[in-house]
């Protein structure tokens, strides 16, 4: 097929090219250009199925963990991995587009999306999705990098503006979306909201920034139905709206007659549209599935195994095969996996795929395994069946394994959460079962933090399983018997209660958010004013035992090599997540007390001793100067932070910097 140009259509073709065909594709102007088919989701492929009588069917696919669960591996190689996987199942199912990763950072804890995003953190939320991208892409399926930008909130999403000045937009809000660009995908989306009273989709200066500063060379989406005028989103750079809208377009058209809109402006919108769709063909020429449904099921089972947290474990995992066992709490074997998930335009249909975890430890242990529902929560009323027999076989048993969460009816899309604590039904349970053993697991199952403050330490050891997908059972099984030695940690700080948090009180009505605590999100918050958490961002403990030693510091002109020995000292084959941060001692703007710079994440065998190498540039130092407007990285001191938690400090050095050249101290 030729390739056409802005210069082969007319005008009314340009003008419907921009304005998408139906739900889920672009224009193909009746067969004159590739035709894309773009589809949910960032946890697995949600594609509706729309036939002739208006059915709408929604496709079973692979349920992966959710974004939040892939953040806590830690581990770029399990994104890219889940980016391959996706990619199959998108090549199965001919989706050209996953609308796929979201980097929105979790600015409130209580934001109904967070299970969809990665982090707190912007350097690990964007290094993550990079590689995320890197994998769809790799396989020849294109990316949707989302929601852009400074979409922190579900809470009258359509209509609120984000209040945020320039330095925490770029230090925090654009900062994974920048890294993520470094990937090249082939779109992104704009999100619902205004940013400083700007409409996302209407963002010129966001767009200009994407586009110059951050390298974006894709196609640039509306989030569906986000356009109000498609004229003005035309205008600012918003070159496709979803999904067709009669009466936008038809604006659209109107105003280009009366000359509101020049056909220049159209062009601009329209090459990119038509760029997207031959890029996408050649894309597909070079497709090919390369893994089994077998083999994709294993790649969720992997991210699973690497995204779940030993939280708290005071001697009692992992289970002795003779132990016996008392499983309760419907999360451990909900009737609908998907119901491990959360809720909206990510939710997966899974079908065939059963999530037993008790079943799963009866094939592991040799003591009696039993279980009893006891309550679900179906919002935030619960049914409680036949707790006295759960807390009979507590009482009767070795362990108890409590398993609680939130599940899609708390943790949506559209709506954020009313609190941070469990259902009170959920915590009754745990401290009812507690009670009778003194050996108890609570296995949580949430994409977001959980206050756990009225339970945590009535029990001897917490897991945090997050949304773990269909294969999330067997990881947890070989989790809790100890054939998997957990390796996951925090990619979000769990705060002691929500009135700590640093969003608690500050101002927000139905139009407004101002983000007043500015660069203070997560750990740069708790870690600088000092607040006691429940458990800090970055931990994750192990079965093995890490020793962190010979920290070695390389200045040369203008970058600085850090290298550290870490030694597994126990007999368990593991995996250690080294983590890097900049602390600047004294400066003249105001910077958290930390911030993450680099991680590594290593396997280590028993006794197995590996350097963990980071290589910084002058970047990794810098701020964002409203006084010069770009980076800068200020002459002084620096301290060199390694952690393996961003409260757990192993070793640190002093640099200084001077002119843009290293010296150690
Ligand atoms: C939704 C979401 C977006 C999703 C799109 C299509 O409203 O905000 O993430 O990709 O619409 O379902």
């Given at each position: 097929?030729?390739?056409?140009?802005?210069?082969?259509?007319?005008?009314?073709?340009?003008?419907?090219?921009?304005?998408?065909?139906?739900?889920?594709?672009?224009?193909?102007?009746?067969?004159?250009?590739?035709?894309?088919?773009?589809?949910?989701?960032?946890?697995?492929?949600?594609?509706?199925?729309?036939?002739?009588?208006?059915?709408?069917?929604?496709?079973?696919?692979?349920?992966?963990p959710?974004?939040?669960s892939l953040a806590n591996t830690w581990n770029?190689e399990c994104?890219?991995?889940?980016?391959?996987?996706?990619?199959?199942?998108?090549?199965?199912?001919?989706?050209?587009?996953?609308?796929?990763?979201?980097?929105?950072?979790?600015?409130?804890?209580?934001?109904?999306?967070?299970?969809?995003?990665?982090?707190?953190?912007?350097?690990l939320?964007?290094?993550?999705?990079?590689?995320?991208?890197?994998?769809?892409?790799?396989?020849?399926?294109?990316?949707?990098?989302?929601?852009?930008?400074?979409?922190?909130?579900?809470?009258?999403?359509?209509?609120?503006?984000?209040?945020?000045?320039?330095?925490?937009?770029?230090?925090?809000?654009?900062?994974?979306?920048?890294?993520?660009?470094?990937?090249?995908?082939?779109?992104?989306?704009?999100?619902?909201?205004?940013?400083?009273?700007?409409?996302?989709?209407?963002?010129?200066?966001?767009?200009?920034?994407?586009?110059?500063?951050?390298?974006?060379?894709?196609?640039?989406?509306?989030?569906?139905?986000?356009?109000?005028?498609?004229?003005?989103?035309?205008?600012?750079?918003?070159?496709?709206?979803?999904?067709?809208?009669?009466?936008?377009?038809?604006?659209?058209?109107?105003?280009?007659?009366?000359?509101?809109?020049?056909?220049?402006?159209?062009?601009?919108?329209?090459?990119?549209?038509?760029?997207?769709?031959?890029?996408?063909?050649?894309?597909?020429?070079?497709?090919?599935?390369?893994?089994?449904?077998?083999?994709?099921?294993?790649?969720?089972r992997r991210l699973a195994e690497e995204g779940i947290v030993l939280l708290k474990n005071e001697g009692v995992l992992p289970l002795k095969?003779?132990?016996?066992?008392?499983?309760?709490?419907?999360?451990?074997?909900?009737?609908?996996?998907?119901?491990?998930?959360?809720?909206?335009?990510?939710?997966?249909?899974?079908?065939?795929?059963?999530?037993?975890?008790?079943?799963?430890?009866?094939?592991r242990?040799?003591?009696?395994?039993?279980?009893?529902?006891?309550?679900?929560?179906?919002?935030?009323?619960?049914?409680?069946?036949?707790?006295?027999?759960?807390?009979?076989?507590?009482?009767?048993?070795?362990v108890?394994i409590?398993?609680?969460?939130?599940?899609?009816?708390?943790?949506?899309?559209?709506?954020?959460?009313?609190?941070?604590?469990?259902?009170?039904?959920?915590?009754?349970?745990?401290?009812?079962?507690?009670?009778?053993?003194?050996r108890?697991v609570v296995v949580l199952?949430?994409?977001?933090?959980?206050?756990?403050?009225?339970?945590q330490?009535?029990v001897s050891a917490i897991v945090w399983a997050g949304?773990c997908?269909?294969?999330g059972?067997e990881a947890l099984a070989d989790i809790l018997t100890g054939r998997v030695c957990p390796s996951g940690k925090l990619s979000e700080t769990l705060?002691?209660?929500?009135?700590?948090?640093?969003?608690?009180?500050?101002?927000?009505?139905?139009?407004?958010?101002?983000?007043?605590?500015?660069?203070?999100?997560?750990?740069?918050?708790?870690?600088?004013?000092?607040?006691?958490?429940a458990f800090p961002f970055g931990h994750g403990l192990s079965y093995a035992q890490f020793d962190y030693s010979?920290?070695?510091?390389?200045?040369?002109?203008?970058?600085?090599?850090?290298?550290v020995l870490v030694e597994n000292t126990s007999k368990t084959d593991g995996k250690e997540t080294v983590q890097l941060?900049?602390?600047?001692?004294?400066?003249?703007?105001?910077?958290?007390?930390?911030?993450?710079?680099?991680f590594c994440k290593l396997a280590l065998k028993a006794g197995e001793k590996k350097e963990a190498?980071?290589?910084?540039?002058?970047?990794?130092?810098?701020?964002?100067?409203?006084?010069?407007?770009?980076?800068?990285?200020?002459?002084?001191?620096?301290?060199?932070?390694i952690g393996a938690s961003s409260r757990d400090i192993r070793l640190?050095?002093?640099?200084?910097?001077?002119?843009?050249?290293?010296?150690?101290?």
């Amino acid at each position: 097929m030729k390739q056409l140009t802005v210069k082969d259509l007319s005008a009314e073709e340009k003008l419907r090219l921009i304005c998408s065909d139906g739900r889920w594709h672009t224009p193909d102007l009746g067969g004159k250009l590739p035709r894309v088919a773009v589809s949910d989701g960032p946890i697995g492929l949600r594609k509706e199925n729309i036939y002739e009588d208006g059915r709408v069917e929604t496709v079973p696919a692979i349920s992966y963990p959710a974004v939040q669960s892939l953040a806590n591996t830690w581990n770029a190689e399990c994104a890219r991995l889940m980016g391959e996987a996706l990619a199959d199942d998108c090549i199965e199912n001919d989706v050209d587009i996953l609308l796929a990763p979201g980097v929105n950072i979790k600015r409130d804890p209580l934001n109904g999306r967070n299970f969809e995003y990665f982090s707190e953190d912007p350097y690990l939320a964007g290094t993550l999705a990079k590689a995320y991208i890197e994998g769809l892409q790799s396989h020849n399926v294109g990316a949707c990098l989302k929601h852009y930008y400074a979409n922190n909130l579900e809470y009258n999403r359509l209509e609120q503006s984000s209040e945020v000045d320039e330095r925490t937009l770029r230090e925090i809000y654009l900062k994974p979306f920048e890294i993520a660009c470094e990937a090249k995908p082939v779109s992104a989306m704009c999100a619902y909201n205004r940013i400083n009273g700007v409409y996302a989709s209407e963002n010129t200066k966001g767009f200009r920034i994407l586009r110059e500063e951050f390298g974006f060379d894709g196609a640039m989406y509306s989030d569906w139905e986000a356009v109000r005028d498609r004229t003005a989103a035309c205008k600012a750079g918003l070159d496709i709206e979803f999904p067709f809208n009669q009466a936008n377009y038809d604006k659209l058209v109107e105003d280009f007659k009366a000359g509101r809109i020049s056909e220049e402006e159209v062009d601009a919108c329209a090459a990119r549209v038509l760029e997207l769709a031959y890029r996408i063909e050649a894309m597909r020429k070079k497709r090919k599935v390369q893994r089994t449904k077998e083999e994709r099921h294993a790649v969720a089972r992997r991210l699973a195994e690497e995204g779940i947290v030993l939280l708290k474990n005071e001697g009692v995992l992992p289970l002795k095969k003779e132990e016996r066992v008392a499983v309760s709490g419907s999360f451990a074997a909900p009737e609908r996996c998907s119901l491990v998930a959360g809720g909206g335009s990510s939710m997966v249909r899974v079908d065939g795929t059963v999530f037993d975890l008790p079943a799963l430890l009866r094939e592991r242990m040799r003591g009696e395994v039993r279980y009893e529902a006891a309550f679900w929560t179906t919002g935030i009323v619960s049914n409680c069946q036949k707790p006295h027999k759960a807390f009979m076989d507590a009482a009767e048993s070795d362990v108890a394994i409590v398993c609680v969460g939130t599940g899609a009816d708390l943790e949506s899309e559209g709506g954020d959460r009313e609190r941070l604590r469990l259902p009170s039904v959920q915590e009754n349970m745990i401290l009812e079962v507690a009670r009778r053993n003194k050996r108890t697991v609570v296995v949580l199952f949430a994409g977001s933090a959980i206050d756990m403050g009225a339970w945590q330490d009535e029990v001897s050891a917490i897991v945090w399983a997050g949304f773990c997908g269909e294969a999330g059972a067997e990881a947890l099984a070989d989790i809790l018997t100890g054939r998997v030695c957990p390796s996951g940690k925090l990619s979000e700080t769990l705060p002691l209660c929500y009135e700590d948090t640093p969003v608690f009180g500050i101002y927000k009505d139905a139009c407004v958010a101002r983000y007043q605590e500015g660069l203070d999100v997560g750990y740069r918050y708790y870690d600088t004013y000092g607040i006691p958490v429940a458990f800090p961002f970055g931990h994750g403990l192990s079965y093995a035992q890490f020793d962190y030693s010979a920290l070695k510091v390389k200045c040369s002109k203008n970058t600085v090599q850090v290298r550290v020995l870490v030694e597994n000292t126990s007999k368990t084959d593991g995996k250690e997540t080294v983590q890097l941060y900049i602390r600047p001692v004294q400066t003249f703007v105001y910077r958290p007390e930390k911030e993450l710079k680099d991680f590594c994440k290593l396997a280590l065998k028993a006794g197995e001793k590996k350097e963990a190498v980071f290589d910084l540039g002058e970047k990794a130092f810098a701020y964002w100067s409203t006084g010069v407007d770009g980076w800068r990285a200020d002459d002084g001191l620096y301290e060199i932070v390694i952690g393996a938690s961003s409260r757990d400090i192993r070793l640190t050095a002093k640099i200084r910097l001077e002119k843009g050249v290293f010296t150690l101290l």
